[in-house]
């Protein structure tokens, strides 16, 4: 079985979840092409695999020009243009930047002999795919990471022609159904995404802050406003403020490598006069990002939306007791004083209460540390889901 897997803007900083379940879906017997809209800005490629991954990855948008010429017949699809008309200019864009690429695409996959494809995106990639199909491509399957609204127009078109699709929670399946309708294919699986937890393991015991030591945390992912950085680095300042000594490291970069929201970021940290206790560390690799995680005390992550999230579960998974935010399907994954600390989203004064009241607490921190693993090894293992993919597909091709 060979399947091509699509990922937009392949290697980024947030996709070793990708690349775990691509080499798990491996270690199953199954042949595996690396498929990507285009490359990623080199401010936020920054993991030990990332060479190894771009040099793998197939990238769409390096067109030649008979992709071009020979991707207009995905545009006499009259289905294709009575939703992009009726959504707007934007579908409009989008179907004419899709049409080469699908091109590409139809020809990799005959080149190749690419069985089934897989979008691991509901944006342009789907679209892409979906317009392959037209021209010859296989079937394919797609995989909602978030909120539906998040991923453009022609959902119903992108959804109706996949042959399944897999979702991380039930929320937003019954958002899906609610919006698209009999459009959701009949084969339609819940598979949160996961971690590999025996990487993701510490080397030596978690033991919690000492009574004489600064807190120390840690937080992770992509500068962006929904990760709620601002609230942090404000509960930052009450505690400070309270007399509580705190050091904060947050790894991770913007969309733009470093030109762009992270300027606000660092506006709002010289604001705050937190010089001395924050730091942005930029997109590091994924081993800083345990040695980080193994340093730490507490894991804090305040975002103000948040469809599960991939970061959670890293410091879950190394024992770090974490502090969430109640919002978006981090209930899912967390649940409160059971595997982690849930606070409301952007509210500071409750985040620093929860930060405060949980380093003051080493038994708590260690029954939550414990917990947490567990929790993960459980249901976020990056296994579970290749092996979703490898037996649906199983399915489709056998039928």
């Not at 091509?4 to 595996?32: C, D, N, S, Y």
């Not at 498929?35 to 060479?51: E, F, M, N």
């Not at 067109?63 to 017949?73: I, K, N, Y």
């Not at 919690?208 to 709620?228: A, H």
């Amino acid at each position: 079985m060979h399947i091509g897997i699509l990922i937009p803007q392949f290697p980024g900083q947030t996709h070793i979840f990708f690349w775990r379940e691509i080499q798990a879906l491996e270690k199953m017997g199954v042949q595996v092409t690396i498929l990507s809209t285009r490359k990623p800005p080199a401010g936020i490629v920054a993991h030990d695999w990332s060479r190894e991954a771009m040099e793998r990855t197939i990238y769409l948008g390096e067109l030649s020009p008979a992709d071009a010429v020979f991707g207009l017949p995905a545009l006499f699809w009259p289905a294709l243009w009575r939703d992009a008309l009726r959504a707007g200019p934007n579908a409009v864009k989008d179907v004419l930047i899709a049409a080469p690429a699908a091109r590409k695409l139809a020809r990799v996959c005959a080149e190749r002999g690419i069985d089934h494809l897989h979008a691991h995106s509901c944006g342009r990639s789907a679209l892409v795919t979906a317009m392959a199909r037209r021209l010859g491509a296989p079937g394919y399957g797609v995989t909602l990471h978030g909120f539906l609204e998040g991923y453009g127009p022609l959902q119903r078109l992108k959804w109706g022609n996949a042959a399944y699709s897999t979702i991380i929670i039930d929320a937003l399946l019954d958002e899906v159904r609610a919006a698209l309708g009999d459009a959701v294919p009949e084969r339609t699986v819940i598979r949160p995404m996961g971690v590999d937890t025996e990487v993701l393991k510490r080397e030596a015991p978690y033991v919690p802050r000492g009574p004489d030591e600064p807190i120390r945390l840690f937080c992770c992912g992509r500068l962006n406003p929904v990760k709620g950085y601002v609230d942090l680095m404000q509960a930052c300042r009450l505690l400070i403020d309270r007399g509580v000594d705190i050091r904060l490291d947050i790894a991770g970069e913007d969309d733009v490598g470093g030109t762009g929201y992270r300027k606000v970021l660092e506006a709002e940290l010289s604001r705050l006069n937190l010089g001395a206790h924050v730091r942005f560390l930029g997109a590091v690799d994924a081993a800083e990002v345990k040695t980080r995680l193994s340093d730490a005390h507490l894991f804090v992550l305040a975002s103000v939306a948040e469809p599960l999230g991939v970061a959670y579960m890293e410091a879950m998974s190394c024992e770090v007791p974490t502090i969430g935010t109640n919002a978006g399907g981090v209930p899912t994954l967390i649940r409160d004083g059971i595997d982690g600390v849930l606070v409301p989203p952007q509210d500071p004064k409750a985040l620093a209460d929860a930060i405060e009241r949980l380093a003051a607490d080493p038994e708590q921190c260690l029954a939550l540390s414990r917990a947490g693993r567990a929790r993960i090894v459980e249901g976020y293992r990056a296994e579970m889901g290749a092996e979703t993919i490898r037996d649906l597909t199983q399915e489709v091709l056998a039928g």
